[in-house]
């Protein structure tokens, strides 16, 4: 059970780290052509940008399948991986882009941290100076009160 448990938490903590890392030197580097999709306004519900999406949702299903018979640590960090995905769909997509009107803007600090930093990084349009590539690995100055 608590290997089970680590390794779920080994494939949640890949995915952030590899994610801030294929977002700011892959998305915003060789890939900027797909990822670029996600950084203008759009009239379609599907972007370009969700092949990335379904990237990673790919290789959590092979490592879940892999690793179902005897629930090794490919299942374990498969399940990770997942987590981790239904965890960015409702942050990302619902809570901070609204692609789905499922929930009103955060109220609580630590989501309205995220969300501030994700704004943050969606201040330019551009390939360059872009910032926050994380999705829980943010900078703690967007978890700041603001002074009224």
Do not use: C
């Amino acid at each position: 059970m608590f290997k089970a448990i680590g390794f779920i938490l080994i494939g949640f903590g890949v995915m952030e780290l590899s994610g801030w890392f294929i977002h700011k030197y892959i998305m915003h580097g060789p890939l900027w052509m797909i990822h670029k999709t996600h950084h203008q306004p759009s009239k379609s519900f599907f972007e370009l940008n969700d092949l990335f999406s379904l990237f990673f949702g790919s290789v959590a299903v092979v490592l879940i399948f892999l690793g179902v018979e005897s629930l090794d640590y490919r299942f374990w960090i498969g399940i990770g991986i997942s987590l981790y995905g239904m965890l960015y769909f409702f942050l990302h997509d619902v809570l901070v882009h609204r692609r789905l009107k499922w929930f009103d803007r955060p109220k609580n600090s630590w989501l309205m941290g995220i969300f501030k930093a994700h704004q943050a990084h969606h201040k330019t349009n551009k390939k360059e100076g872009a910032v926050s590539f994380g999705l829980f690995l943010v900078p703690k100055e967007y978890f700041k009160k603001e002074e009224k």
